[in-house]
């Protein structure tokens, strides 16, 4: 990696040219906002923040900081869970909280143009009067060019896909300034390497996005939900399987563990079995599917041993049912007001999601850890969430999460399957993607010889 260079007063000059002196800023606490994501990586500061309004000063500020061998971190809004977005080597910080406007609705192509700092809920507020809806739903109000660059996924990926398959077309800015597109807007392409999906997931090491246009889908009609309780963690997972393999198409299928349904028992009118639990969505476009629908995996679940069956069609119960899964993580941090939180994020193919649970619940039992399942059950992701206190609470959690990694490596599966590699997935990248790993080092390579792309990150020298 290329010694980087400090921000110079000179340089702040050139910077403050192009973005105006309201786009640029040295104070602490505008460095301080911006030195650390939702994750428990460690805070580092940058040398300045940068606002751009727009894709060509994106382009000038990068073609600046490339030539002067100065860092750039893209920001969203710094909901990441891998420390994805922290400037680990200072430099620019490169936020795109001002760049959140929709540019067009194309509504009858069900498509939407957006400046990549727009938030998703902001967006789906935006698309609610054309009956439109962009799918993609991580917990968080992430920014779009946050969720494009983690690949980030959610609740309802079982039924409509992640980020990288609710994405047409982009505008990136690369490192040596240039502005370039990927993709188009038509929905099925096959002009040349997929550069799209490149750049997706790539976590802003390779380019910068500044425009996306995103797939989006009719709000459907008609919702039921369903919250299933069940005696063990396996009969849960079991059926999670079945419910997917029975042709049922939910919208949402999601796990949450005993320990788990009983802490968001605590909330007032939350009122869960205190058993692993099983949270479902279907969304049909007539009222009949979902009558259809519902009985049959009542049926499913009483099969595979349910404890208790609640399922609705009506809006308000439904949001009642889903409201303690939506907010389990604040809940779960409110409850440990003295820890602090490392989440972990694997995924396997759907056949291996029980043997993975089962391996979880194994290393919790003999090692006498603290920790709290709750998972994208449907997509065969779990989340598997440790509180600790101290130093030692930390390290055992880093352990404990190895381990759990390397066990669905060898089921197949992946070390992240939503909040992508930032700092604390890369040392798994070798076991993970073996010499795969130097294509991706020479595509890097390639895009960003000065390695100003979010250092640090994915790809980490061995
Ligand atoms: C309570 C909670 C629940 C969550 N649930 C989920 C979930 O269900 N599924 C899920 O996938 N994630 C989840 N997350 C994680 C997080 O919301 C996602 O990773 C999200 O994609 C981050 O978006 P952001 O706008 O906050 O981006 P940031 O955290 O600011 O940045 C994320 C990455 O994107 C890069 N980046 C940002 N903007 C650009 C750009 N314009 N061009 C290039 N690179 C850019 C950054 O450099 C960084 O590498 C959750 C987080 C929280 C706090």
């Known amino acids: 990696m290329t010694a980087f260079n400090p921000v110079t007063p000179a340089l702040l000059d050139q910077l403050a040219q192009i973005v105006g002196a309201g786009g640029i800023s040295t104070a602490q606490a505008d460095l301080d906002l911006h030195a650390k994501d939702q994750s428990q990586h460690a805070a580092h500061p940058a040398e300045v923040v940068i606002w751009p309004s727009s894709a060509q000063q994106v382009a000038d500020v990068l073609k600046l900081a490339n030539t002067h061998a100065i860092p750039v971190t893209p920001w969203g809004v710094g909901t990441g869970l891998e420390g994805n977005s922290i400037p680990l080597y200072g430099g620019i910080l490169l936020s795109f909280e001002r760049m959140n406007q929709i540019v067009e609705v194309h509504a009858d192509d069900f498509q939407v143009t957006v400046q990549p700092g727009i938030g998703h809920k902001d967006l789906n507020a935006a698309l609610a009067r054309y009956g439109l809806f962009f799918p993609p739903d991580p917990g968080a109000n992430a920014s779009v060019g946050g969720m494009l660059a983690n690949n980030a996924a959610g609740i309802r990926t079982v039924k409509y896909g992640a980020s990288k398959d609710n994405v047409l077309k982009m505008q990136v800015a690369l490192a040596d300034g240039r502005l370039i597109h990927v993709g188009s807007r038509s929905v099925k392409q096959s002009a040349g390497y997929d550069l799209l999906h490149l750049f997706v997931g790539s976590e802003g090491t390779l380019g910068v996005i500044t425009e996306a246009t995103l797939k989006l889908v009719p709000v459907p009609q008609h919702m039921s939900a369903v919250v299933a309780g069940f005696p063990s963690i396996q009969s849960a997972v079991e059926t999670v399987v079945a419910v997917r393999g029975s042709g049922l198409d939910p919208?949402?299928?999601?796990?949450?563990?005993?320990?788990?349904?009983?802490?968001?028992?605590?909330?007032?009118?939350?009122?869960?079995?205190?058993?692993?639990?099983?949270?479902?969505?279907?969304?049909?476009?007539?009222?009949?599917?979902?009558?259809?629908?519902?009985?049959?995996?009542?049926?499913?679940?009483?099969?595979?041993?349910?404890?208790?069956?609640?399922?609705?069609?009506?809006?308000?119960?439904?949001?009642?049912?889903?409201?303690?899964?939506?907010?389990?993580?604040?809940?779960?941090?409110?409850?440990?007001?003295?820890?602090?939180?490392?989440?972990?994020?694997?995924?396997?193919?759907?056949?291996?999601?029980?043997?993975?649970?089962?391996?979880?619940?194994?290393?919790?039992?003999?090692?006498?850890?603290?920790?709290?399942?709750?998972?994208?059950?449907?997509?065969?992701?779990?989340?598997?969430?440790?509180?600790?206190?101290?130093?030692?609470?930390?390290?055992?959690?880093?352990?404990?999460?190895?381990?759990?990694?390397?066990?669905?490596?060898?089921?197949?599966?992946?070390?992240?399957?939503?909040?992508?590699?930032?700092?604390?997935?890369?040392?798994?990248?070798?076991?993970?993607?073996?010499?795969?790993?130097?294509?991706?080092?020479?595509?890097?390579?390639?895009?960003?010889?000065?390695?100003?792309?979010?250092?640090?990150?994915?790809?980490?020298?061995?």
């Open 251 to 462: 919208a949402a299928l999601e796990l949450v563990d005993a320990a788990h349904a009983r802490m968001l028992n605590s909330v007032d009118g939350v009122d869960l079995p205190e058993t692993p639990v099983l949270f479902m969505e279907f969304h049909a476009a007539q009222e009949s599917g979902l009558a259809a629908g519902l009985e049959m995996v009542q049926q499913i679940c009483e099969e595979m041993g349910a404890t208790s069956f609640k399922s609705t069609t009506d809006t308000a119960e439904r949001k009642r049912l889903w409201h303690a899964r939506h907010h389990s993580y604040e809940i779960m941090v409110r409850m440990h007001p003295d820890k602090t939180f490392f989440i972990n994020d694997v995924a396997v193919p759907i056949s291996a999601y029980p043997e993975l649970i089962a391996y979880v619940e194994q290393l919790r039992d003999t090692r006498g850890i603290t920790c709290y399942m709750i998972g994208h059950a449907g997509d065969g992701n779990i989340h598997v969430e440790f509180p600790y206190a101290d130093e030692a609470g930390h390290a055992l959690a880093m352990e404990i999460n190895g381990l759990i990694v390397m066990k669905a490596l060898e089921l197949g599966g992946t070390c992240t399957g939503e909040h992508g590699v930032g700092i604390g997935k890369a040392k798994y990248l070798p076991a993970e993607h073996g010499e795969g790993l130097d294509v991706m080092r020479t595509i890097k390579q390639a895009l960003d010889p000065n390695g100003i792309l979010n250092p640090g990150k994915v790809l980490v020298e061995a």
